[in-house]
């Protein structure tokens, strides 16, 4: 069981450029996220969602855009990247009802010169 | 606004000695309570969760918490800890009655433990 893949696990990226991280779950999860992790700063949400054709903002959603067009994927594109977005990017997913442990891919660390 | 809280960024503790990792909550409405680990270069797993019931909650290698809900507080505890517990640790709630699943995390504390 292959759980929530990321890809890639590293990058980096030129101040302007564009670029989407994968995310792939193989449980039917219902909800799905992304993170970033800044040193001590902990987790903070991204973009969410519920179910595919559904997205919703997190608390950092700026210079970020997500679609959800399938159960199992959930990209996070990055438009004009900058470096303030420099960060470990984690995705999430769990089973849609409240209270549900999520499982969280390895993460991909991104660097934006 | 909700808010967790982990006081300590960082607990330096000999190896088989006990150790409490502290989390407070702030929240209007109730919540679901979390504590996920995090080792080097890696996601996050699941160490244990409160839900409902017994405020004594067991998870996976020894560790336990207490849901108070009095102090809102949610501390994470093992009696004897090991070099390979050395982790970062995060406290994370869920508020009861929305519509999402969402996470709430706090700022982490790093468990450092010594020879």
């Known amino acids: 069981n292959a759980g929530v893949t990321q890809t890639p696990k590293f990058q980096v990226l030129k101040t302007g450029q564009s670029m989407t991280l994968q995310c792939a779950q193989d449980m039917n999860h219902e909800y799905m996220s992304w993170y970033r992790q800044d040193p001590g700063m902990g987790l903070r949400l991204i973009h969410y969602s519920v179910g595919a054709g559904i997205t919703d903002q997190g608390e950092v959603p700026n210079g970020y855009n997500v679609s959800r067009s399938t159960t199992e994927d959930f990209p996070l594109r990055l438009l004009s990247a900058a470096p303030s977005q420099t960060s470990v990017y984690f995705c999430?997913?769990?089973?849609?009802?409240?209270?549900?442990?999520?499982?969280f891919g390895d993460g991909t660390r991104l660097s934006i010169l | 606004a909700q808010s967790v809280t982990q006081l300590d960024s960082q607990v330096p503790v000999f190896e088989e000695a006990p150790v409490e990792l502290r989390c407070n909550y702030s929240?209007?409405?109730?919540?679901?309570l979390f504590w996920y680990v995090q080792y080097p270069n890696q996601g996050l797993q699941l160490l244990l969760k409160y839900l409902s019931g017994s405020t004594l909650v067991k998870g996976i290698n020894g560790f336990e918490a207490e849901f108070n809900k009095s102090q809102t507080s949610f501390h994470l505890r093992k009696p004897s800890v090991h070099i390979s517990d050395t982790a970062e640790y995060f406290c994370a709630v869920v508020l009861k009655g929305g519509a999402t699943n969402k996470l709430i995390f706090g700022t982490g504390t790093l468990l450092a433990v010594q020879p």
């Open positions: 929240s209007s409405v109730s919540v679901y």
């Open positions: 999430a997913s769990s089973q849609g009802q409240q209270g549900r442990p999520q499982h």
